[in-house]
Nanobody, 123 residues
Framework: QVQLVESGGGLVQAGGSLRLSCAASGRTFSSYDMVWFRQAPGKEREFVGAVRRSGGSTYYADSVKGRFTISRDNAKHTVYLQTNSLKPEDTAVYYC????????????????WGQGTQVTVSS
């Protein structure tokens, strides 16, 4: 069992930055791939970025590539999402999830989810 708690969201102007964190409980954190999804009102949950269990491989949606960076600290049981050059279209609730998915971008393949943290980008 893994419990995930996100933090770091907030209101920021376009062009600004936020660092999101997702703290995990349990001793099996390093056994899971970690991912960030986001969901805007009226839209489906969207893949943002993922980092493999070892932390050696990262993957990003085209919409955030070059602006967002995902990383993990297995010793601290925490995954991070550094968001730079934020745009109003990045406004959403951001969720972290843990699992061992066949497809990183498929939200149905993740077993554990956090409660989400709101990111609002004003123009």
């Amino acid at each position: 069992q893994v419990q995930l708690v996100e933090s770091g969201g907030g209101l920021v102007q376009a062009g600004g930055s936020l660092r999101l964190s997702c703290a995990a409980s349990g001793r099996t954190f390093s056994s899971y791939d970690m991912v960030w999804f986001r969901q805007a009102p009226g839209k489906e949950r969207e893949f943002v970025g993922a980092v493999r269990r070892s932390g050696g491989s990262t993957y990003y949606a085209d919409s955030v590539k070059g602006r967002f960076t995902i990383s993990r600290d297995n010793a601290k049981h925490t995954v991070y999402l550094q968001t730079n050059s934020l745009k109003p279209e990045d406004t959403a609730v951001y969720y972290c999830a843990a699992g061992v998915p066949a497809r990183l971008t498929n939200p149905r393949e993740y077993s554990y989810w956090g409660q989400g943290t709101q990111v609002t980008v004003s123009s």
